[in-house]
């Protein structure tokens, strides 16, 4: 399940990465997200991404987890949140218990 959440943490090295795969027209830009499933990246360096390249998707890689997102919903996510500046976290964790079984119940 992945969230959004608002983060004064740093997110340089991500951003760096971001902004080189963006800069070479990478359609799939994949980013491996820390031990806790956690990739940020700066409001800002998310937006001069989507700039570059509005149809690639950046892909969250955690494990055997991933999350894609489209580089082009960068303004309308950060509207949705409120954010026009900062940083923004994407977590993965793997679903488990009463949510797996939910979503389970619900796939048949």
Do not use: C
């Not at 992945?2 to 951003?15: F, L, Q, R």
């Not at 499933?37 to 950046?58: D, H, Q, Y």
């Not at 494990?63 to 996510?77: A, I, K, P, Q, T």
């Amino acid at each position: 399940m992945e969230k959004y959440v608002a983060t004064p943490t740093s997110a340089a090295n991500n951003d760096a990465q971001l902004r080189a795969k963006a800069t070479a027209g990478q359609a799939l830009i994949e980013i491996s997200a820390n031990g806790d499933g956690i990739a940020r990246f700066s409001v800002e360096a998310l937006r001069n991404a989507a700039a570059l390249s509005p149809n690639a998707v950046l892909v969250i890689a955690s494990g055997d987890m991933r999350y894609r997102f489209l580089l082009g919903l960068v303004e309308s996510v950060l509207k949705a949140a409120q954010m026009s500046a900062g940083t923004l976290e994407f977590q993965l964790s793997p679903l488990s218990g009463k949510g797996l079984e939910q979503l389970l119940a619900k796939a048949k």
